[in-house]
């Protein structure tokens, strides 16, 4: 024989907060904020469900990693961040003298 199946959950809202029930006895419902952080926790309750289409090896939603466009946008911000006051100091510098930027 096959084993009966799990209920499955059902997730509702009352405009004030998000609820995912799981039905049986006895019966478990988890309560939310009613944002869409808040859809994304209690979607993350549920085994096998996925967002566009990454699902981990556990079943649940896997966090996705930062677009690489999104690396190089920001790679000079984050040289300009680790250069030490002593090289800005000369690049100010080094600028004022060339009168570059105004």
Known sequence: ???KPQPYPVIYQDG????LEYPGSPGLVLRF???EAGLHKALKHI???GIAGQ???RGNLKDKSPSPRVARS???KRELAKASPGVRSAAT???RKLKVGG
């Open 1 to 3: 024989m096959t084993p």
């Open 16 to 19: 004030s907060a998000i609820f």
């Open 33 to 35: 904020a009613f944002t």
């Open 47 to 49: 085994p096998n469900i």
């Open 55 to 57: 699902i981990t090896g």
């Open 74 to 76: 920001t790679a000079r």
């Open 93 to 95: 510098s080094l600028i």
